[in-house]
């Protein structure tokens, strides 16, 4: 089974790939619905408030940050909080997680979230450009990422230029900024974007590779606007989504909860 298998399993029976999923749809709905060009808003704008309202809405679903609660009866008790700010109807179409299933792990300050063994960062693209994200030109922490071996070399990848490989200091500076602990956990991506005038959306998971010189951003990457087809494991009951109006309109997934031990936060 391929790495990509392996993540897509692990994260959609946990609820993960679905709370992303909501938290995308919900953060770029009340983007668009603040977004007011006459204000001088602009795409920067959209796409700085939308990566913050991800943050905070991974964190709502994921009982993190100042959602954080100590047991689900505290967390039936602090609804309000979590509830607070969204737009209607977009709480009781919340996948709900148990609290402990998901920890933050940040890594060198930029948020990250935690299930198991994966852990995945979030980062923002020109709409359209997904497969060409220059990933040497990000943050260390976003090369240090893509700068990651791959587990199973023999799954299938994305194509690559052969004449386009990174340069071998920068994959052993970023390798050897691990330390042991951080170097048992697969860190992915959620790469997210919008193009305001169609308000048409992109959101992708996936393991991002160092493409020096240009080439595939990605090792393998998985599209979350897409209803799981379950053609990627094992098989499962399929997620129906309710028909879409727009960004105010967030579908209902099915979710299946369960416990992993968790460390801390990452450093």
């Not at 994260?11 to 679905?18: K, P």
């Not at 609804?79 to 920890?103: K, N, S, Y």
């Not at 028909?243 to 369960?258: E, H, I, Q, T, W």
Request: charged residues 25%; glycine residues 8%; hydrophobic residues 35%.
């Amino acid at each position: 089974m391929s790495e990509q298998q392996d993540a897509l399993e692990d994260l959609e029976e946990a609820g993960v790939l679905a709370a992303i999923s909501w938290a995308a749809e919900s953060a770029y709905a009340r983007t668009m619905r603040d977004y007011d060009p006459d204000a001088g808003h602009d795409q920067g704008w959209v796409g700085y408030t939308a990566h913050g309202f991800l943050r905070d809405r991974q964190d709502r679903v994921f009982s993190c940050g100042k959602y954080a609660v100590n047991s689900p009866a505290d967390a039936l008790s602090g609804l309000d909080t979590v509830a607070a700010g969204l737009l209607p109807r977009e709480f009781d179409r919340m996948p709900r997680i148990i609290p402990g299933t998901v920890t933050r792990a940040n890594l060198n300050g930029s948020p990250g979230w935690r299930f198991g063994d994966w852990r995945w960062l979030q980062s923002a693209f020109p709409f359209g450009e997904s497969n060409v994200i220059p990933w040497p030109q990000k943050s260390p922490t976003k090369r240090r990422v893509a700068a990651q071996t791959v587990a199973n070399p023999d799954q299938p990848m994305l194509p690559v230029d052969e004449n386009e490989a990174p340069l071998f200091e920068e994959i052993m500076e970023a390798l050897l900024s691990l330390d042991e602990d951080e170097d048992a956990l697969t860190t992915l991506v959620v790469a997210h974007s919008v193009q305001k005038e169609l308000g048409a959306r992109e959101l992708f998971l996936g393991r991002s590779r160092l493409n020096k010189g240009g080439g595939s951003a990605w090792h393998w990457k998985h599209d979350l606007l897409t209803p799981p087809s379950g053609d990627y494991g094992r098989t499962r009951k399929p997620i129906t989504p309710e028909p879409s109006g727009g960004f105010d309109s967030v579908p209902d997934a099915a979710v299946r909860l369960r416990r992993h031990a968790q460390e801390g936060d990452g450093k």
